[in-house]
């Protein structure tokens, strides 16, 4: 009886395959079999697939942070790859917007993968306000460690903290209702921020109520120079050692909140820093008016930009394909973000 070999066509072929991996191993034994080639495209494909996870990664929300006394969201992007200096910049949106929709339009996260930067985003809800509004007319909500602004100063902690952001690291956006909070944070907490970008916003303590909130919007209020100034004063506890800059940013066309807060707020931190106004230094715009007043040490201290043609909301570039738009973003040559980042985030 006769049997068939056992080293059939395909045994054969199998042996061979794993003889001729066997001896291109032996001869460069530094190399591991996930290296020979026919494993090099599947490590391509892990490397493409890692870059598009990146790219579509968005706003994570943290729970947790704290007592929480005004009932905000806390929401953080954190990029792949982080650069030093570490940094954080809190970013509070206007009304009507969510945290995301103001990061989609106005470019942060983009940036903030490109230099390797945190962000966090404190989002407003609609238990506390229909409209999404910070309610930066609410005393209790702007008081020093109390409502909305104690959530918030809750977060800039907890997110520093987790993330080693040093105290001289930390900067602050806010648009419309987000500017005159970032103001109230500004005003309380010094030490807290480097610098603070107040766009189409309105001075701290312009308001009390809704009522007031409107008038002051429309019409702005009036004060003299020294009683702006001495609600900041009062708002703090006097121990503060920093002087954080302020970058004034408003639109002369603003038909929701009128230039007249963009002036009442830059007369607000002129005087809370003792700077006179005649002080200013111009520099170039085509667009409308933009000066600076720095300290004894040549830093910046306040700016003022004022586009003449600029409605209400947050200037960002043009971009391709603008399906996308969000309310309140204005497509235009300026950056509100981008600027902010160049002339005070941008490490030296």
């Given at each position: 009886?006769?049997?068939?070999?056992?080293?059939?066509?395909?045994?054969a072929?199998?042996?061979?395959?794993?003889?001729?991996?066997?001896?291109?191993?032996?001869?460069?034994?530094?190399?591991?079999?996930?290296?020979l080639?026919?494993?090099?495209?599947k490590?391509k494909?892990?490397?493409?697939?890692?870059?598009?996870?990146?790219?579509?990664?968005?706003?994570?929300?943290?729970?947790?942070?704290?007592?929480?006394p005004?009932?905000?969201?806390m929401?953080?992007?954190?990029?792949?790859?982080r650069?030093?200096?570490?940094t954080?910049?809190?970013?509070?949106?206007?009304?009507?917007?969510?945290?995301?929709?103001?990061?989609?339009?106005?470019?942060?996260?983009?940036?903030?993968?490109?230099?390797?930067?945190?962000?966090?985003?404190?989002?407003?809800t609609?238990?506390?306000?229909?409209?999404?509004?910070?309610?930066?007319?609410?005393?209790?909500?702007?008081?020093?460690?109390r409502?909305?602004?104690m959530?918030?100063?809750?977060?800039?902690?907890?997110?520093?903290?987790?993330?080693?952001?040093?105290?001289?690291?930390?900067?602050?956006?806010?648009?419309?209702?987000?500017a005159?909070?970032?103001?109230?944070?500004?005003?309380?907490?010094?030490?807290?921020?480097?610098?603070?970008?107040?766009?189409?916003?309105?001075?701290?303590?312009?308001a009390?109520?809704?009522?007031?909130?409107?008038?002051?919007?429309?019409?702005?209020?009036?004060?003299?120079?020294?009683?702006?100034?001495?609600?900041?004063?009062?708002?703090?506890?006097g121990?503060?050692?920093?002087?954080?800059?302020?970058?004034?940013?408003?639109?002369?066309?603003?038909s929701?909140?009128a230039?007249?807060?963009?002036?009442?707020?830059?007369a607000?931190?002129?005087?809370?820093?003792?700077?006179?106004?005649?002080?200013?230094?111009?520099?170039?715009?085509?667009?409308?008016?933009s000066?600076?007043?720095?300290?004894?040490?040549?830093?910046?201290?306040?700016?003022?930009?004022?586009?003449?043609?600029?409605?209400?909301?947050?200037?960002?570039?043009?971009?391709?394909?603008?399906?996308?738009?969000?309310?309140?973003?204005?497509e235009?040559?300026?950056?509100?973000?981008?600027?902010f980042?160049?002339?005070?985030?941008?490490?030296?």
């Amino acid at each position: 009886m006769r049997f068939k070999n056992p080293l059939s066509p395909l045994s054969a072929l199998l042996k061979g395959q794993r003889r001729w991996r066997k001896m291109v191993k032996d001869a460069f034994p530094v190399f591991g079999l996930g290296d020979l080639p026919k494993a090099a495209p599947k490590a391509k494909k892990r490397v493409a697939t890692s870059k598009a996870a990146t790219a579509r990664a968005s706003l994570v929300e943290v729970h947790a942070f704290g007592s929480n006394p005004g009932r905000l969201r806390m929401l953080e992007f954190v990029p792949a790859l982080r650069r030093d200096p570490p940094t954080l910049v809190v970013v509070l949106h206007g009304c009507l917007q969510t945290a995301a929709q103001f990061d989609k339009g106005s470019g942060w996260s983009r940036m903030a993968r490109e230099k390797g930067f945190v962000l966090l985003y404190p989002e407003q809800t609609r238990q506390n306000n229909q409209n999404l509004c910070f309610n930066w007319f609410r005393p209790s909500s702007v008081a020093r460690d109390r409502g909305e602004l104690m959530s918030i100063r809750q977060m800039v902690d907890h997110c520093a903290t987790r993330h080693n952001i040093p105290k001289d690291r930390i900067f602050l956006q806010g648009l419309s209702a987000g500017a005159a909070m970032a103001g109230a944070l500004l005003a309380n907490y010094p030490d807290v921020f480097v610098a603070g970008q107040i766009v189409a916003g309105l001075p701290f303590g312009a308001a009390r109520d809704a009522m007031s909130a409107l008038h002051v919007m429309k019409s702005g209020a009036r004060r003299s120079d020294r009683e702006w100034g001495d609600l900041v004063r009062a708002a703090r506890d006097g121990s503060e050692t920093r002087r954080p800059a302020v970058s004034i940013w408003h639109g002369r066309a603003d038909s929701v909140v009128a230039i007249a807060n963009a002036e009442a707020t830059l007369a607000q931190w002129l005087d809370v820093y003792g700077l006179d106004f005649e002080a200013g230094v111009t520099r170039p715009a085509t667009d409308g008016t933009s000066m600076v007043w720095k300290d004894e040490k040549g830093r910046v201290l306040v700016e003022y930009r004022i586009i003449d043609a600029l409605d209400h909301g947050l200037p960002v570039p043009v971009r391709r394909g603008t399906a996308g738009r969000q309310p309140y973003m204005l497509e235009g040559a300026n950056s509100a973000p981008k600027q902010f980042y160049q002339t005070f985030i941008r490490p030296a």
